[in-house]
């Protein structure tokens, strides 16, 4: 998938089920997966021991012993084989179901879950986003509405480079600094208490043709952001970067000074 797409209208969903599936997520995942009941669900990550993102996603509770990610990029056969080292003697089983589909959905209030594992429908409040095993292409709307409330898609060449502040992961709930401990958790810790990290999730918009969008933007040299994805525009183009604090604030309302792409302003910055 180029990384001037947004975000994929096919991704994979993994399932956790078992007596131990809610604890053995809760010791896994950065949220508060014990507060999540059943038919709701929630913004949700895994880092790896240094506090790297490894995954993003919602996740879902439908019942008791059973919990759906639903996952915003990454490979989800990989995921589960890395899981599956941490499983021991916990009684859960993790499956991966077949590629699907997201699709806009009528509205519904956020964070509901309704459905199945195979056909899947999480609240958004004035929208939903269908999740179906093996489905076909429908609305994509909801890629828009994400992309304006600062949503990020972990593609792969994000993975394990960033941690959980420059995702906004505080912000969308999708971390807990409370619960026990979890993969990286010290590092999040750390970080968020001391307040430092210093990249955060951007909104910009340009005019140049958003197919020669580079993965990694340059401003002398230097690396200053990482395109996490973008959707046209009757101007031209509008995209989520991972942008370092010092560049944006000295940009304010001018062009950012970079050697590729040009004439790009910032709309929107969004915190931890």
């Not at 993102?53 to 990989?78: E, N, P, S, T």
Request: charged share 20%; hydrophobic share 40%; proline share 5%.
């Amino acid at each position: 998938m180029s990384q001037t797409r947004y975000a994929a209208t096919r991704t994979q969903v993994l399932m956790l089920e078992g007596e131990d599936a809610l604890t053995f997520a809760h010791g896994q995942f950065t949220s508060d997966v014990q507060a999540l009941t059943p038919g709701h669900w929630q913004w949700s990550g895994w880092l790896d021991v240094r506090g790297q993102v490894l995954a993003f996603f919602m996740l879902a509770r439908l019942d008791d012993d059973r919990l759906v990610l639903v996952l915003r990029g990454g490979d989800a056969m990989a995921l589960a084989k890395r899981l599956l080292m941490y499983r021991l003697r916990t009684r859960v089983r993790v499956h991966l179901l077949e590629e699907g589909t997201l699709t806009d959905a009528p509205a519904l209030p956020a964070f509901i879950a309704q459905g199945s594992p195979q056909a899947l429908t999480l609240g958004r409040g004035d929208f939903a986003i269908a999740w179906t095993e093996g489905g076909t292409e429908g609305g994509t709307q909801w890629q828009q509405r994400d992309l304006a409330d600062g949503i990020p898609w972990l593609h792969e060449h994000a993975r394990e480079s960033l941690l959980a502040p420059a995702l906004s992961f505080e912000r969308l709930g999708a971390i807990s600094y409370r619960k026990g401990c979890y993969p990286g958790q010290e590092v999040a810790a750390r970080i968020h208490f001391r307040g430092k990290h210093k990249k955060h999730l951007t909104q910009v918009q340009g005019e140049s043709d958003i197919n020669a969008l580079p993965t990694h933007w340059q401003q002398d040299g230097r690396d200053i952001g990482l395109l996490l994805g973008a959707l046209p525009t009757p101007e031209g183009w509008q995209a989520l970067v991972v942008m370092r604090d010092e560049t944006a604030e000295a940009a304010g309302d001018q062009p950012l000074p970079l050697e590729a792409p040009a004439s790009v302003r910032i709309t929107r910055r969004y915190g931890d």
